[in-house]
């Protein structure tokens, strides 16, 4: 009868510790899925300001008292220093790529004379064009906050003379545009997602 009880015992505890792990493995899983309609606004933000990687080919508009600019860009970013950009428009600068690994900059397209390009094109080869660039910059800035308005979570920081806003989409968690207000050059920057696949450490 003893043993029994024991056998019981055993199973029962073998059980309990079966859908223990489960829980804890569901739990844990469930952690590393993929944005989606059933996220919270939080749980987004938290897996914008912990991307890894990214792709995306964005549209840039410059707007200033000079000139304005518009050019479309394919970047690649890879957690911590890596990334890259290449200018698929306008067509004069076109395969013009810039690519940063820590302190290294290499710039590629031996045909033009690229000095005359960032003139025309200043903020061609800046990082303020990066997603990872607000990223840093909003861990960094103790008053930067976001809201959650018509679906859509906005994310705001200042620093000095530059104001960036990032706004989500809240349905698949993916970055639409990014608005920066350079204040003392009276200059704005409008960049839109048209495509952009994320891979974060939340």
């Not at 939080?42 to 080919?57: C, G």
């Not at 308005?149 to 989409?169: A, F, G, P, R, V």
């Amino acid at each position: 009868m003893k043993k029994k009880n024991i056998l019981v015992l055993f199973v029962i505890l073998l059980f309990i510790g079966i859908i223990t792990f489960f829980t804890f493995f569901h739990t844990k899983t469930a952690k590393n899925l993929k944005i989606g309609n059933t996220s919270s606004s939080q749980e987004i933000v938290d897996y914008i300001l912990n991307i890894s990687s990214y792709e995306a080919v964005i549209e840039v508009d410059v707007e200033s008292n000079k000139n304005n600019n518009h050019y479309v860009i394919k970047q690649q970013y890879k957690n911590p220093d890596m990334s890259s950009q290449e200018v698929l428009e306008p067509s004069n600068i076109e395969g013009v790529k810039i690519v940063k690994n820590g302190n290294q900059l290499k710039m590629e397209n031996t045909k033009l004379n690229l000095s005359s390009v960032f003139e025309n094109y200043e903020y061609v080869a800046d990082n303020i064009l990066d997603l990872s660039y607000f990223i840093k910059d909003y861990q960094s800035d103790e008053k930067a906050n976001w809201k959650e308005e018509n679906n859509q979570i906005i994310m705001t920081t200042k620093k000095e003379q530059e104001e960036k806003t990032l706004t989500i989409d809240k349905s698949n968690g993916k970055p639409k545009k990014i608005e920066v207000k350079k204040i003392n050059k009276n200059t704005k920057i409008y960049i839109l997602y048209n495509e952009v696949n994320l891979n974060s450490l939340k």
